[in-house]
């Protein structure tokens, strides 16, 4: 049915009768200019006009969301700002199956019409057509899981900290440190790609001995996320780097580089792209604006991450523990197959997190971050990594925290110092 | 004074002391986890810490402009919310000249932080290492001059519609119909880019003859900009073609593509690139959240732009005339020397808009985009193209649209069928 055909959903708030505003959004992104110009007929604007497919009202507010909307002329007196969801579809063959030119017309001009006073990108259907050109996540959640040899349990990854700052012989030192401590995943600041202290290909020669060293120790070679953001060239030759250094995974700021060159190193990549998200509130955090989740994260899943960052349960980050669990589902459900990735949880992350997240989303196929949730453990870092292990464990078997605290030291003291926040 | 430092305005809306919040945002992007992690030293805050270098209170309200937001604990009753501008400087050897660990340093995660209600980038000061990083606009004001040959005057543009459906032997038509009636530039949709019903190599191969023989006729080359948005191999071949093809612009959807993209083409590329700023809404219309267009206008002119769409004076877009005019007065005002760029100002523009640009910005250096208020115009495109130019002439002489459109027909009859609306 919608083989040639994408189908978005969009949260509106308008002066103007829903359906009006509907046909604006659809009118303005697929034909229209303030006058009737010659050329546009009706034919024209059959075969190729987008078409408004459902409209649900969703009630009346007083105060616009957002500044810059006009009512219509004929409103008298008191104006009322109609919210609603409303469904767009626009035929393929207006744009073709490319990224940039989808979200050019999902996520373009729109955002500025007078006609609304909110406007937020929520959902994307996608035909097939854009599996064929884009081939989505190289590793996703089963080729993460084979590289990092982790199977049945999140994997418990920590982040680089200071992430500003420290000086490469520090570096190694800390990464010796958290390898034999049994993380399976280490990544890097999203602050921290190739700064002039420690420039990037130090950082690799710092860190890949020391991760090789601690896999001959441990018989587990941890997966490090390498920040390779930067300017096309930089991924690339990094990369490339990273690849010939036995490394497992890169990573990218996946807004800062944008969609095309993320598709672009997706083609020339053979490691996981370990997704961070950063700028992402910018663009998420007002209710009736920007773009939500779960359009968002199809677009970066298309263009090839194999994780994603999805916030934290209880974090410091403003979205609520709802929004992050939605997220994390949104992430390993299925799309044109395969095209799971790994939500990547962060941020006030410890071992007491695991069981409302695994209430939650039901799902064990998260990357689970923590930094000073392990590091400043009591009982050091690899009793960090233990405890959130064991908070895991307690999830998967129902059992609750403290009850499995009572036998599992790491757990009991992750309690001890990390559960009397909040 | 700021050889070493990256300079970011913010205005900030918080339920904390305002200082506090300005205080947790250069910590955020510096350095900083939940609990102190071994490694942060003081020696190492002081030298790569973030620093807050000004803080001016712009008031309380009472209601929080965005969700997630978390006043302090000390808090008993009625919480004020807090806005100011702050000033942060940041270390340049935190992140190096690189566009995208700028981006993630002065507009990443800061937007997630529960300290904060509102959080906007206004603005940035670089240090001369981005431009010795990046060459910035290719060709800018001058070059865009001399290659469309028009000086002392605004380019007066158009922008092909219908913007989705048209078929190559009707856009041919078009183009000559618009080359010849004397625009100086013409422009894709930025819904236009490598549809299925027209390709972009068919399009070319339409468009680049008919230019070239109204070149012929009328003496004059107009600028076409070709839409080459896409990923990053379409785009360098689509530049490719257009240069081949004896074309003299292109132009890119720069938030569909990203910066990193952006400024790859810019180093491939030997044409005036056209910044189309499609989505610029979803990161910029709410007061509080996103980047103001000062900020944005700077990364995107040091990535490589040679012109950036501004919207338009009383145009069908939310943003205000002031607005606007500070976004024109933007682009035009210098950066490391020479990094000025051409504002394309569009949106339900007529001839009788010039008069209210110039008094507001004081500048020719603008592509003043018309669609139906060129090709709709009563006496045809010729007329409408006349039109324009006479509005700016009157603009320039100081003299009133009414009183110059006494001795200048086409400007009167613009304003008989424009002059009405609004």
Same mark, same amino acid.
């Given at each position: ?14 002066p103007?009768?829903?359906? /009006? ?5 659809a ?14 007929t009706? !034919?024209?604007? !059959?075969?190729?006009?987008a078409q408004v497919?459902?409209?649900?009202s ?7 969301? &957002?500044?810059?909307?006009k009512?219509?002329k004929?409103?008298?007196g ?11 579809c626009?035929?393929? /063959? ?6 940039t030119? &989808?979200f ?19 959902d994307?259907? &996608? ?7 884009? *081939?989505?996540?190289?590793f996703?959640i ?22 500003i ?8 030192t800390?990464?010796r440190?958290?390898?034999?401590a ?20 130090q ?8 991760? !090789?060293?601690?896999? $001959? ?8 996320a390498? %920040?390779?953001?930067? $300017? ?6 990094? /990369? ?12 990218v700021?996946?807004?800062a ?7 672009y ?7 996981p ?5 950063a700028?992402?509130?910018?663009? *998420?955090?007002?209710? +009736? ?5 779960? #359009?968002?994260q199809?677009?970066f ?5 194999? /994780? ?5 349960? %209880?974090?410091?980050?403003y ?5 992050v ?12 197959? %395969? ?8 941020s ?5 997190s ?14 689970? +971050?923590?930094?000073g ?22 999830? +998967? ?7 499995? #605290? !009572? ?16």
């Open positions: 049915m919608n083989e040639d055909r994408v189908i978005a959903t969009y949260l509106i708030e308008t103007h009768p829903l359906e /009006h505003a509907a046909r604006v959004i009118g303005e992104q697929s034909s229209g200019t303030f006058v009737s110009v010659p050329g546009e009706n !034919e024209l604007k !059959e075969r190729f006009g497919i459902k409209v649900d969703l009630g009346v507010v007083e105060t616009p969301s &957002l500044p810059g909307s009512p219509p004929s409103t008298g008191k104006v009322g700002y109609r919210r609603g969801r409303v469904v767009i626009f035929p393929l /063959h207006n744009f073709g199956p490319s990224l030119s &989808l050019s017309t999902v996520a373009g001009n729109l955002y500025e019409l007078q006609e609304l006073s909110g406007i937020r990108l929520e994307l259907e &996608l035909p097939q057509a854009f599996a064929d050109h884009y *081939a989505g996540p190289g996703g089963v080729g993460t899981r084979k590289l990092a040899g982790v199977e049945g349990r999140p994997l418990i990854g920590t982040i680089i900290k200071p992430s700052g420290l000086a490469t012989n520090a570096l190694a800390l990464v440190d958290l390898a034999t049994g993380l399976d995943f280490i990544k890097d600041d999203e602050l921290q790609a190739d700064p002039m202290y420690a420039p990037f290909v950082r690799v020669a710092a860190v890949m001995p020391e991760i !090789e060293k601690a896999a $001959d120790r441990t018989g587990k070679k941890a997966m490090y390498f %920040n390779i953001t930067g $300017d096309v060239d930089h991924m690339l030759r990094s /990369h490339d780097l990273v690849k010939k250094s036995g490394g497992t995974c890169v990573m700021n996946v807004n580089v944008g969609l095309a060159a993320l598709a190193l997706r083609r020339h990549c053979e490691l792209i370990h997704g961070h998200r700028w992402f509130g910018a663009i *998420a955090r007002h209710p +009736l604006l920007g773009i939500g989740f779960t #359009a968002y199809k677009l899943r298309l263009a090839g991450v194999d /994780h994603l960052h999805v916030g934290g349960f %209880n974090s410091k980050f979205e609520t523990n709802e929004e669990g939605k997220s994390i589902i949104d992430c390993v459900t299925p799309m044109f197959g %395969n095209y799971r990735v790994m939500p990547a949880i962060s006030a992350q410890w071992a007491g695991a069981p409302e997240i695994y209430t939650a989303t039901n799902t064990v196929d998260v990357i689970h +971050l923590a930094g949730g392990i590091i400043a453990h009591p009982g050091g870092t690899a009793a960090g990594v233990r405890s959130m292990q064991q908070g895991w464990e307690a999830a +998967l078997k129902g059992v609750a925290l403290e009850d499995y #605290a !009572e036998t599992h030291e790491e757990l009991r003291d992750a309690i001890g110092k990390f559960g009397r926040r909040g």
